[in-house]
């Protein structure tokens, strides 16, 4: 990366630093992950992957990768559509529950790699499709990223991306603040032991791109015909962009 800080919630740190702390913000919540998603979003997390993944269409025999997929509420939904799919994290502790919960659901056909999507290990043109949910805000350097995910697709391949962003509806936007801030710490304490990580996750909301500027980063890796659909105004986003 050109500069020399990151942002790692409110602060600006080294990007070593910001890669091992989200490291270690991930460690600590993976085994309440799931549970604290149905609390923070009243269980609106499900509708708003239901819908990305009918916006992705995966198919019988695609080779597709998600990225972050720590515990498998993606990967989970794509391989019930038949598609062939890898799920890759930087994390170890969110794929063991991914794993995990894989088991329980007797499915066996995934594939499950510790990966930097930064520095993915895949040769060019891997998959047909790209999807990560909820994960490139954590992502040290996004550029190197998405660029990651531009290369490992094969021509006519299709990326997908759900993210939290900025809610343009007045009056909802100020109401969302005042609740992730003072109250989802306090939820993470009582359920997770860990208010400091759920601080740093609404911190990164905060910090990330708006719907426009990201979609520009997404162009400059290489792809074309990016799109985005905003949810609730814009707090949650749905990118998408094809290598052609």
Known sequence: MTNDTVSFGYEDVAPAEKTRRVGEVFASVAR????????MSAGM??????????GVKPRAGERILDMAGG??????????????VTVADINPAMLDVGIERAAKRGLTSLVWREE??????????????YTIAFGIRNVTDIPAALKEAHRVLGFGGRFFCLEFSTTEWPGFGQIYDAYSEKIVPRIGKAIAGDAESYRYLIESIRRFPKMAAFSQMIEAAGFTRV??????GGLVAIHSGWKI
């Open 45 to 54: 997390h499900r509708l708003w992957k239901d819908d990305f993944v009918r």
């Open 71 to 84: 515990t498998g509420d993606i990967a989970f939904r794509m391989a019930e559509k038949g598609a062939d």
């Open 32 to 39: 309440r992950y799931d549970i604290m998603n149905d609390l």
């Open 227 to 232: 799109k985005s659909r905003a949810i609730l």
């Open 116 to 129: 930097n999507a930064e520095t993915l290990s895949f040769p060019d043109r891997s998959f047909d499709a």
